[in-house]
Structures are given as structure tokens and as C-alpha cells.
Nanobody, 126 residues
Framework: QLQLVESGGGLVQPGGSLRLSCVAS???????IGWFRQAPGKEREGVSVIGFSGGSSATKYADSVKGRFTISRDRAKNTVYLQMNNLEPEDTAVYYC??????????????????WGQGTQVTVAS
């Protein structure tokens, strides 16, 4: 069974950085892998996605993280990273990795993704 395992979360001060990792147990066929987050009392939202197994490594970012977050992939390691810089308290959330083998029409729609990780907590506080 395909699995995703996130790591790299933690407590960081405002302005700090963290790098999240998402390791896929078997990445063959994953078309898109993305990061979502859910803050307390809020709905889960898309953060960033990247093309994976196919030739395209196109990326997409939520407006709230553009210029601060960078998504990247290492296909040899079956891993997608989310480098988060200049973190703000509003970035506090549980971050989830999600993947799909299908062609994605709405990259930030949860319904597009069949496989999810367990989540990693990111807390930004002084």
C-alpha cells in the first residue's frame, strides 16, 4: 500500500525556517504531490504542489506563502520537500503531504488526492 510519511515539523520563532520532508513508500506513478495544512479551527487548505513522476516539475503556491516557501522534489529518494522561510505565526498548523496518480484539475482541492500522510505539526511562536 502506498504510504506518505512527513517529518521536519517543530517549534520555531517568527522569521525562522523549517524544511518539511515527505517520503513516499512507492512513488511510481504519482503524478502530483502536494502540501496542505490545517490550522486550529480552520479548514484544511492547499499550500503548494509539484509535478512528480512525469516530466513536468511544475509548481503552484498559495498566495499566502509565495516568496517564502519553496517546494522541490528528489525522485531518486522518493521525497518532496517544503522549505519554509520567514515563518509567521499564521503559518502554525498541521502540515499534510498528499499524492495522486491522476491528472489534477484543481491542485488545491483535497478531493484530487487519494493518499495522505499522518501530518506534522508546525508551530511558529516567540
Amino acid at each position: 500500500q502506498l504510504q506518505l510519511v512527513e517529518s521536519g515539523g517543530g517549534l520555531v520563532q517568527p522569521g525562522g525556517s523549517l524544511r518539511l520532508s515527505c517520503v513516499a513508500s512507492d512513488s511510481s506513478g504519482y503524478n502530483v504531490i502536494g502540501w496542505f495544512r490545517q490550522a486550529p479551527g480552520k479548514e484544511r487548505e492547499g499550500v503548494s504542489v509539484i509535478g512528480f513522476s512525469g516530466g513536468s516539475s511544475a509548481t503552484k503556491y498559495a498566495d499566502s506563502v509565495k516568496g517564502r516557501f519553496t517546494i522541490s522534489r528528489d525522485r531518486a529518494k522518493n521525497t518532496v520537500y517544503l522549505q519554509m522561510n520567514n515563518l509567521e505565526p499564521e503559518d502554525t498548523a498541521v502540515y499534510y503531504c498528499a499524492a495522486t496518480i491522476r491528472v489534477v484539475r484543481e491542485p488545491f482541492s483535497e478531493n484530487e488526492y487519494a493518499t495522505w500522510g499522518q501530518g506534522t505539526q508546525v508551530t511558529v511562536a516567540s
